[in-house]
């Protein structure tokens, strides 16, 4: 064997380095704690991105999943799968959309990309309005309608999209009158972009021109949905009923699961949509212990309570720019001399936030968290914003 070819075995396969990491290993996790391999404890704000709902590691949910596959952990789309049916009915109930459809599938990107497509299926168009700032995942056609050029490839670009800046109900109309739009996708709470609420008057806006001109309102849930905004969608706020609903997170506390509940109005046809994985018996069993929990313990209830408890409270402390976000989807806006709390609060402190750019700490903790894990947190961040305060990382 030439020196080479030994060399070459003995090298082993890296991970392909795509994200900057913080030199932390989780080893256990419960309700919104988690603990380092050293056996440090974290408070966990951040939820691994939105993703916890009803808390780490939750006994009904690891004995739901436990028990499923037990019995059957996969099988494909071609059978009946009663859990499906079970989950539509129940995410009918508590979303207050009883007579939607339901298909399911794995991701938030996934959810959008076929809610893109279902509308223009719909309406045989082919044009999509899309937001300033927005994010909608990394697959073709949601990441060509989501407002960062850096992660569009050449081969997702289209001119199909047409991007608006938020909340501008003119330049809404406008594009409706020069355009054949197809659908119109839309955050309720941006999350990505920074923690921008969309008002009443524009989601309504929205739903008149889809109204007026055929068009398909979608609203995407995937991070502000799921309850986190003390409504089950955040769309729920402005009163307004979208055609399609994509969603993922927090239906799974964790378990990749991603969905979109679509109106009446569109009707299926066989092979429209399909998957492989999609709504597969052991993701649909911890979708179900999420939303059985959610409903048996009040969560969207409490995601408000808490959620305005933690805004007014952040809201009378110094040197914050502004404070925005309804219910647990929470930013806070510093000034470019504070760009170290957030590290300060995880190395310090010992607590998991996001962030979002420039210099937003973004709070997406698990819908069940107490008001005295709130207070732990206001503890830490007014200690870090009090003035005269060196940085400490
Ligand atoms: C609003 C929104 N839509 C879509 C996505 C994409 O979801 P996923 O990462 O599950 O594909 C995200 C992820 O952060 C999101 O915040």
């Not at 991105?49 to 006994?59: D, F, K, L, M």
């Not at 960062?148 to 406008?174: G, K, S, Y």
């Not at 409706?176 to 969309?198: L, R, T």
Request: some cysteine; hydrophobic content about 40%.
């Amino acid at each position: 064997m030439c020196l080479s070819a030994f060399v070459a075995k003995k090298e082993k396969m890296k991970l392909f380095d795509v994200y900057p990491l913080n030199d932390i290993v989780i080893k256990k996790a419960m309700g919104s704690y988690v603990w380092d391999d050293k056996g440090e404890r974290y408070l966990d704000l951040y939820g691994g991105h939105a993703v916890i709902s009803i808390g780490h590691t939750h006994p009904h949910y690891v004995k739901r999943i436990e028990d499923q596959l037990h019995q059957v952990g996969f099988y494909s789309n071609s059978i009946k799968i009663p859990l499906q049916v079970e989950l539509a009915e129940k995410l009918g109930k508590i979303s207050g959309k009883k007579d939607y459809q339901l298909f399911l599938c794995n991701s938030g990107a996934e959810a959008n990309e076929n809610a893109l497509k279902l509308a223009s299926f719909y309406n045989g168009r082919k044009k999509i309005i899309a937001f300033k700032k927005a994010f909608h995942g990394r697959t073709s056609l949601a990441v060509a309608a989501t407002d960062n050029p850096n992660i569009v490839a050449p081969v997702n670009e289209t001119d199909n999209i047409i991007f608006l800046p938020f909340n501008d109900e003119d330049a809404l109309e406008t594009a409706f009158k020069q355009n054949e739009i197809s659908s119109v996708i839309v955050e309720g709470i941006q999350g990505v972009g920074g923690i921008n609420i969309a008002t009443n008057s524009f989601l309504k806006k929205i739903r008149s021109l889809c109204d007026e001109y055929n068009a398909v309102y979608i609203a995407d849930s995937v991070q502000c949905g799921y309850g986190r905004s003390g409504k089950f969608y955040s769309h729920d706020l402005a009163e307004v009923d979208a055609d399609i609903y994509s969603m993922a997170k927090g239906m799974g506390n964790g378990f990749p699961i991603g969905a979109i509940s679509i109106s009446p109005k569109i009707q299926p046809k066989h092979f429209m949509l399909g998957t492989t994985f999609g709504g597969n018996h052991l993701a649909c069993a911890a979708a179900l212990a999420v939303l059985e929990v959610i409903e048996k313990d009040d969560l969207i209830n409490n995601a408000k309570k808490v959620g305005d408890y933690l805004t007014e409270e952040l809201k009378k402390l110094p040197n914050i720019m502004e404070v925005r976000g309804r219910g647990l989807m929470i930013g806070i806006q510093l000034p470019e001399e504070l760009n170290m709390v957030k590290k300060n609060l995880l190395f310090k402190h010992k607590i998991f936030t996001g962030e979002a750019k420039p210099n937003v700490i973004r709070l997406l903790p698990a819908l069940n968290i107490t008001k005295t894990e709130a207070d732990i947190f206001l503890q830490a961040i007014k200690t870090e914003l009090s003035p005269g305060l060196t940085p400490h990382v």
